[in-house]
């Protein structure tokens, strides 16, 4: 009975991890770099790699943004200000003006944006526009070039088949413990299992982690009968509850009064949340007798997401509304999920464990999805007389093309951010095209090619293209490497360092591919497995 189980789940893991492993990959690529996605969106923006980060008063910096505003939009329906931090020193201001008439818009339309200097509110030179960061961080659960919800349906679908790997791949292991500290290499398949064993033990707290918050970040869209019983057809009443903000029905008085000055209403905030520092003010309707100014507390002083918000009135400048000092278990317990799962709140040591876990998570499906062709290939070149069936070489082509060559793609991304011309229209566009350009022709390549050479070109490809990116940077009016570490510019340095080093790892891989010889049994038939043929994998 007992082998029969651990036989079940055998095929269960294998089944489950490999029918969605090549989506997997993608969304634990993008997710793993959305850790640092403000410091990729800094250094894909060289125009800002000078601004430093002054310990400009919050207070000071926010009456200098709104002194722009001021002038700049003055009858706005909305104000956002970012208040600047080590990790994004601009302060960023937007303001969301009134759509043209007949043309529909929501609060995100023509929404205009600029980066101040925070000690004098002086507009700094406009950077190029990119969506830097965000878009990989939103490829990683929306996807792309398809409507959102179809796309977190998609995610969602392939992580409820991760959890299923993961908790079956634990019910297979035998020796999960002595797992942790045993590989040896150059065995063939057997390397292949103790590497793709030890990179899921590693962090294996992590890959539960991950996958299970992941599901409940997403649960409101996958159970919203809870909500629709109560609130009907109202759920943005819900949300603004939840999250302790105007209600999204709000309307303007139209009748015109003097906005309350802003910075008492920070040194307020900031004192109810123990001298936490403010990360956003939103301004509703300034100059307006319906006024409010909602000040969100800075993330990363809590696991939980949910920062606190202070609803200040805003002619008046007294509280309107302020969190509930117990706001429930079951709010508590989203908090925490959802703050677990994107790690807003760790320090940069923090951040880094997150990064390196999820590289391993990375290895830990490459390595699965290489895995079933090993153990496969012998089977069929039995089978069809020394040859590869279609299924077999289908496998290996999308094996090549996501791990091989979604870096590649990745890579190409940011030399697109440089190479692209910056004042032409829907740049952003332009930056994800390049990118899923050449991750299409990869794939294309990879499926018609689908053997070791190919695996070298793309590797070999995707190493030069991140290992020559601080060279671009200091090329194309970004701060290099030296000059951001002596100004200490550590989110362009530390940017420059891993691309370096995800270069040299790539370019190893491709160097390393070449050496191994395939055996005579194997020369027949084309190899996707980088290190399966030959004695020395």
Not at 430 to 458: C, H, N, S, Y
Request: proline share 6%; with cysteine; charged share 15%.
């Amino acid at each position: 009975m007992k082998d029969g189980i651990r036989q079940s789940m055998a095929w269960l893991h294998t089944w489950s991890g490999l029918l969605v492993g090549w989506v997997l990959f993608m969304v634990f690529a993008a997710g793993t770099a959305s850790y640092f996605r403000d410091e990729i969106t800094l250094w894909m923006k060289p125009e800002l790699h000078g601004v430093a980060h002054a310990a400009v008063p919050q207070a000071l910096a926010v009456a200098n943004a709104v002194d722009t505003l001021q002038d700049k939009a003055p009858k706005s329906q909305r104000w956002f200000i970012t208040l600047p931090t080590e990790r994004e020193p601009g302060l960023r201001v937007s303001y969301n003006a009134k759509p043209p008439p007949g043309e529909g818009g929501g609060r995100r339309r023509n929404l205009k944006t600029l980066t101040l200097d925070p000690a004098t509110g002086a507009e700094l030179s406009a950077p190029r526009e990119t969506r830097g960061g965000e878009f990989l961080y939103r490829l990683h659960f929306d996807l792309h070039y398809m409507p959102a919800i179809w796309g977190r349906w998609i995610v969602g679908f392939c992580a409820m088949f991760m959890l299923v790997a993961i908790l079956s791949g634990i019910v297979t292991h035998k020796r999960i413990f002595k797992d942790f500290f045993t590989f040896r290499p150059k065995k063939g398949q057997r390397s292949w299992l103790d590497f793709h064993n030890v990179s899921a033990v590693l962090a294996l707290p992590y890959h539960l982690m991950i996958t299970y918050t992941g599901l409940l970040t997403l649960m409101f869209m996958y159970f919203p009968q809870g909500i629709q019983a109560v609130y009907q057809d109202r759920q943005e009443t819900f949300f603004s509850e939840l999250f302790n903000s105007p209600p999204a029905d709000a309307r303007a008085a139209r009748q015109p009064a003097p906005l309350a000055p802003l910075a008492p209403m920070v040194e307020q905030a900031t004192r109810a949340w123990n001298g936490a520092p403010v990360g956003r003010v939103t301004v509703a309707f300034p100059n307006d007798a319906s006024a409010t100014v909602s000040i969100t507390q800075q993330t990363g002083h809590a696991i939980s997401y949910d920062v606190p918000t202070i609803v200040f009135d805003g002619v008046t400048g007294r509280v309107v509304s302020a969190p509930a000092e117990h706001s429930g278990a079951a709010k508590d317990t989203r908090g925490v999920m959802y703050g677990l799962h994107v790690a807003r709140f760790g320090d940069p040591f923090t951040r880094w464990l997150f990064f390196t876990c999820g590289l391993a998570g990375c290895l830990m499906v490459a390595t699965g999805l290489l895995l079933w062709a090993v153990k496969e290939r012998p089977k069929h070149l039995k089978a069809h007389a020394g040859k590869v069936g279609f299924s077999l070489r289908l496998v290996d082509g999308l094996n090549i093309g996501a791990v091989a060559g979604l870096p590649l793609a990745m890579a190409v991304y940011f030399w697109a951010n440089r190479l692209i011309e910056t004042g032409i229209a829907q740049r952003p566009e332009a930056e994800i095209r390049w990118f899923f350009t050449a991750w299409g022709i990869a794939a294309v390549a990879a499926l018609v090619k689908p053997g070791r050479p190919m695996w070298r070109i793309q590797l070999a490809l995707g190493g030069l293209a991140f290992g020559l990116l601080p060279l671009l940077n200091g090329l194309t009016g970004g701060a290099h490497l030296g000059a951001s570490i002596a100004q200490g510019i550590w989110a362009v340095a530390g940017f420059d360092l891993v691309a370096l080093l995800l270069g040299a790892f790539l370019l190893y891989s491709s160097h390393y591919l070449g050496k191994a010889k395939a055996p005579k049994a194997a020369r027949a038939a084309p190899t996707s497995e980088p290190e399966l043929a030959g004695s020395n994998a």
